[in-house]
């Protein structure tokens, strides 16, 4: 059937969707949520899959969501041919899953491509990551799973013996050891591509802190190239199409709060091996905040993201930190490049628990790699610590600066003056020691205050775990986005205490 298309000014930002009337709907034996193709006769090759919904015309158009209209490249009032379509194979193979069957790699396939091809609706989707969670998955089919989410987009392929990588679990304000890792293994020859993702929860990612220096976004041909001038780059891997199927189950299980361990190994190590990693090595943070909050479950994810790596063709390994409190003083785009840019220049001030889990961490990534292909240190932290403090660090994180677009010469003044004037402090009510400061509220006052859409906003820690307090004494500065902001900030302060002092 032909009918005229009506273009409706939004973006749906996954799978299309078409809307009709309860007429139309009905000569075509059609329900919400039912599959239509729609082609353009024009060019029979502009052709998508789309979820139908029903809207109030009385007349029979059908109305196309912008990035539907986008892809049939069609103008406002031209026809377009629309047929009802059936559910695709893969919705059996979830319901199979639902009945507890273990998959077979050709069903876990068959789904991952529907869902990257948007034939999928979320209700399916949430299905299968419902059965995952209450059910689980064996290794052989997280196996699968990681390998489809990767192979189902963008992979890379390096011509080299060694590709590191490093992943954190998160849960940690501020934690920025992604620059420094990346900046001290590439000064070693060793290649490190790091693929890095933006904030979704927290006041910032390490590509928003990364794209403080330079751009962040490219494509894989420039990538290639930014990689062989420097062994290295920190680029956001949301500009390519790297593992483009667990974007798409991140938004259907972020409001379910489901998280099965099975999605988080396959998340992880998916990003890494589209990378063409060969070594990657995981921080797990440890604490009352952390999605990890004992020793155990920390190191059953071990085994298991041991066991799948390795049938990947890569070789992992853990390091568990201590995820109790900020890592870094700053918390917000701004201030963790400041932190950032300390730590690797050596400067006085800079924040030695950034350094020390920097050290930590690449330490564990270059041992995993072999120390023996590294003279005279009798461990990575030594090696690491060797790169920073000769300078090789500095002018290698200058040199992936410059290679993706920035300014090498960048200083911490420059930074500085970036940041927001519409500051206030924190000041202390009560003299002893601080023993805690609340990660969650710590991130929740960083992102009110503007964080990191405005990149300037954040929260700066003066005191730190183990400090001693004087009444009065100032123990961070708020910088926020706007007075109204400010205001919000207080009141978030007055509701939920930030440090704890005894």
């Not at 000014?9 to 009709?20: A, F």
């Not at 780059?233 to 099965?260: E, N, T």
């Not at 503007?450 to 004494?473: E, F, R, S, V």
């Not at 926020?480 to 978030?492: A, L, N, T, Y």
């Amino acid at each position: 059937m032909k009918v005229r298309a009506h273009c409706l000014p939004l973006y749906t930002g996954g799978p299309s969707i078409v809307v009709v009337n309860e007429d139309l709907a009905a000569e075509l034996d059609l329900h919400p949520m039912d599959r239509v193709s729609v082609t353009n006769p024009q060019d029979p090759t502009k052709c998508i899959v789309a979820h139908l919904n029903f809207w109030y015309q009385t007349e029979p158009v059908l109305g196309l969501f912008n990035d539907t209209f986008e892809k049939l490249e069609i103008k406002e009032g031209d026809e377009v041919s629309i047929l009802p379509v059936p559910k695709p194979h893969s919705v059996t193979h979830i319901r199979d899953k639902m009945n507890r069957q273990v998959l077979t790699e050709h069903q876990v396939f068959e789904i991952i491509e529907d869902l990257v091809a948007n034939k999928l609706t979320d209700t399916e989707i949430a299905a299968f990551i419902t059965s995952i969670y209450i059910q689980g998955s064996s290794l052989d089919e997280a196996y699968y799973l990681t390998k489809a989410i990767a192979e189902t987009g963008d992979t890379f392929k390096f011509d080299t013996e060694i590709v590191a990588d490093k992943h954190c679990s998160g849960s940690v304000p501020g934690n920025r050891t992604t620059p420094v890792v990346v900046s001290t293994i590439a000064a070693l020859g060793i290649m490190i591509p790091k693929s890095s993702s933006r904030s979704i929860t927290s006041p910032a990612g390490t590509a928003d802190v990364m794209e403080v220096f330079c751009d962040v976004t490219f494509t894989k041909e420039q990538i290639l190239e930014i990689v062989a001038k420097t062994n290295g780059c920190i680029i956001w891997g949301g500009g390519l199409k790297i593992a483009p199927a667990d974007s798409q189950l991140i938004k259907v299980r972020k409001p379910l709060h489901a998280d099965p361990e099975e999605l988080l190994m396959s998340s992880i190590l998916s990003k890494k091996y589209a990378m063409g990693a060969t070594h990657v090595m995981l921080d797990i943070p440890l604490g009352l905040e952390t999605r990890y909050r004992n020793i155990g479950e920390a190191r059953l994810l071990e085994r298991s993201m041991v066991q799948i790596a390795d049938r990947l063709g890569m070789k992992a390994g853990v390091v568990i930190t201590d995820g109790d409190e900020p890592i870094g003083s700053g918390i917000g785009p701004v201030l963790e490049a400041i932190d950032v840019l300390k730590v690797i220049k050596g400067d006085t001030d800079a924040p030695q628990d950034l350094r020390q889990k920097s050290l930590l961490v690449g330490g564990k990534l270059l041992e995993l790699i072999g120390l023996d292909k590294f003279n005279g240190h009798s461990s990575g932290e030594d090696l690491m610590a060797s790169v920073l403090d000769d300078g090789r660090a500095y002018d290698k994180f200058k040199q992936i600066i410059e290679a993706q677009g920035g300014d090498p010469g960048v200083t911490v003044k420059d930074l500085e003056e970036q940041l927001s004037d519409t500051t206030f402090d924190i000041i202390a009510t009560e003299e002893g020691q601080l023993y805690d400061i609340q990660n969650p509220v710590c991130a929740k006052v960083a992102r009110i205050a503007g964080a990191p859409l405005n990149k300037g906003c954040g929260i700066y820690l003066h005191k730190k775990y183990g400090a001693q307090i004087t009444k009065g004494d100032v123990l961070a500065t708020v910088y926020c986005g706007s007075p109204d902001k400010e205001r919000r900030v207080k009141r978030v302060l007055k509701e939920n205490k930030l440090f704890f002092v005894k």
